[in-house]
């Protein structure tokens, strides 16, 4: 009984109301007012347009007059407060969308990289882009719909005031209509939302393609692979929009069915069974005939109505979720300050899938870095490499019985933030940013001397606070990468497999004089890497497999 009433009680309470309701800051009473000035006046505009029927009918002049100043004031009423009230609601849509991105992505952003690998690029996406511009563009026709009903409502009442057999008839039917729509909103809801969750599907993969463009095209069975999970993606979403879609139909036909019947009611059983006379029934003929503009708007409408709720209740479960992870992180952190010494103790991780079942297991790893020293992880694909390396940085917390200290003093979630400012990163998933973040001054020269320097010159330039050319290849890309890093100018570089794409002049160039530079600068380097003959070039060679540390070697004395 409980969940029956809850479930009642989502469907009185629309969550785009309370959506605009909760994030809008500005005047919403006027809207509201003139909105309801709006839809009262069209009954009052039914009733003057009765009035001068009747008195055609009648053969009367006396009030043309009177009755036509009133139809131009009603009209003009109508439009200025219709006119109000959809501008305001414009301006109101924007803002939320606007506050509610802004808000979104400040939370994401202070979320961790672990909940962000679950989350998942496609959702965020879908709803931070799809949800959001359907509330925009959609804001006016729920205003649409708000102002029918209220036009509908005041048209039953006047019809109550003619005649109470065809309002206690225009009740039943109104009953009927929207105890069908509600009936049917959980279903087109359940649908919509899977829809959604499969769009978020079907941006990862669009992801996949656009990003693994290169793998794709020489290798013609994932090429199709994926292709084909693109068009079950697809199917799936066109099935679930289909079958949504076919159930705001039905209601569309449902109401033009009663409709209708209530037309039909109303001209031949309402004059039988109360005696109405002719004028009486004249004018319920007319008031019907509007009331069907008005309901087929409304019929139309509740789609997009209910469509809007579903990205509303998108939004809400994202936030939800982020809000769920637990406390966000303070962007406002102490400048980072150099070090002498980092430990690990005990430091372990696990990536889970479903039901908690662990995927893969990095750990117990004990280890000590030391400021200046250039050290190089090594390891075969899988070995824990990476993870290893998010570890040392600060993206991953550790699991309970490990600790990491900074100087002897051990970092805590409260100035992570602060620990991780020691590092400047190259991963081998890197992301080149256009303009150079972080930064409170910028050496354009500096910064042109360097893509000299890393033979980039020809292809992007530091022009007007940012970079104008993006499209790299991935050994150009990770040069870029590298001189952000460096303008950075941190204590510790973390550079994973940087080496790996460059052409063997600048894998030279990696070894004998970048790492040198960061050396001679007093830079500690962690630099994950294959090449086992320029393993001579590194203070210590730390060897993983299986999410372990096997052996920490001396480079002296490998053969």
Known sequence: MKKDAGTAKNMRQLKIVQFFNREYEGSKRRIISMSCISGLSFPLMVYVVNQAALAAAAGSTDADFRIFFMYVVIC???????????????????????????????????????????????????????????????????????????????????????????????????????????????????????????????FDALDDVLSGFKEIKINRGANDDLFADIESISHETETLKTEAGYKSNRNILLSFVLYEGLLAVVVFLVPLVSGARSDVVIQLVA?????????????????????????????????????????????????????????????????????????????????????????????????????????????????????????????????????????????????????????????EKRVSRLLGEMALHAKTEYRDGAFTNLDLSRGQGKRLAYIAALLEDRPIYVLDEWAADQDPEFRIHFYDRFLQDLRAMGKTVIAASHDDRFFDRADRVIKMEEGKIVEIMNPLEID
């Open 76 to 202: 003009a009423l109508i439009l200025v407060t219709k006119r109000y009230a959809l501008t305001q609601t414009t301006i109101m849509a924007e803002s939320v969308v606007r506050k509610v991105r802004v808000r979104l992505i400040d939370k994401i952003r202070r979320t961790e990289l672990a909940f962000m690998e679950r989350l998942g690029k496609g959702d965020v996406r879908a709803r931070l882009t799809q949800d959001t511009d359907l509330i925009s563009f959609t804001a006016s026709d729920v205003m649409y719909v708000f102002d029918g009903i209220l036009s509908a409502a005041g048209l039953f009442i006047y019809a109550a005031s003619v005649s109470l057999p065809s309002f206690l008839f225009v009740s039943i039917f109104l009953v009927l209509l929207f105890g069908a729509y509600f009936f049917n909103y959980r279903i087109i809801s359940r649908k919509l939302h899977l829809a959604r969750e499969k769009e978020g599907r079907f």
């Open 287 to 443: 008031m019907m005939l509007f009331v069907y503009g008005t309901l087929n708007g409304i019929s139309r409408g509740m789609p997009v109505v209910f469509t809007t709720n579903v990205a509303v209740e998108n939004i809400e479960r994202l936030e939800s979720r982020i809000d769920a992870f637990g406390p966000l992180a303070d962007t406002v952190v102490p400048e980072s300050t150099d070090f002498n010494r980092i430990g690990l103790h005990q430091v372990s991780y696990r990536y889970t899938g479903e039901m908690e079942s662990v995927l893969f297991e990095e750990g117990p790893i004990d280890l000590t870095i030391q400021k200046g020293e250039v050290l190089f992880l090594v390891g075969g694909n899988g070995s824990g490499k990476s993870t290893l390396l998010k570890l040392i940085t600060g993206l991953y917390y550790p699991m309970q019985d490990g600790s990491i200290q900074l100087n002897g003093r051990a970092v805590t979630q409260d100035n992570y933030q602060a620990y991780r400012e020691l590092f400047s990163t190259v991963f081998t998933d890197y992301h080149l940013f256009r303009k150079l973040y972080g930064l409170e001054t910028v050496d």
